[in-house]
């Protein structure tokens, strides 16, 4: 199979070491988040990650959630669960979560 069928046949999914250069962190990073049960890629038969945009969002809450606001994995899993209680969708989520950041932490750049 051609790399460009490949492509096709997975469509806007994309393999860890483009989203770890992407988001700015080590591909272990996102393994140690599916490992905590935070996010879970799409596994190909050959057990390769795929990860989509939600995925990549949700890593991007994770990142802000983390790294600027000092909170833990097991926090940022209890927030998870809170939002998927109240059907909260990761967009969404995020918006809110850096809309406080600026409003706690100031503005980024």
Known sequence: MTKEKKKQKVGELILIGEVA???GIHEQTIRTY?????????RSLKNTRYF???????IMIIITL??????NRSGVSL??????KHRVKDEDLLEFIE???TLILGPRG
Do not use: C, H, M, V
Not at 66 to 71: A, D, V, Y
Not at 79 to 84: D, G, I, P, Q
């Open 21 to 23: 250069k992407k988001l």
């Open 34 to 42: 599916e490992r905590d049960g935070l996010l879970k890629p799409f």
């Open 52 to 58: 989509s945009k939600q995925d990549i969002t949700r």
């Open 66 to 71: 983390t790294q600027e606001f000092g909170l």
């Open 79 to 84: 927030l998870f669960n809170l939002a998927k």
């Open 99 to 101: 809309d406080q950041a």
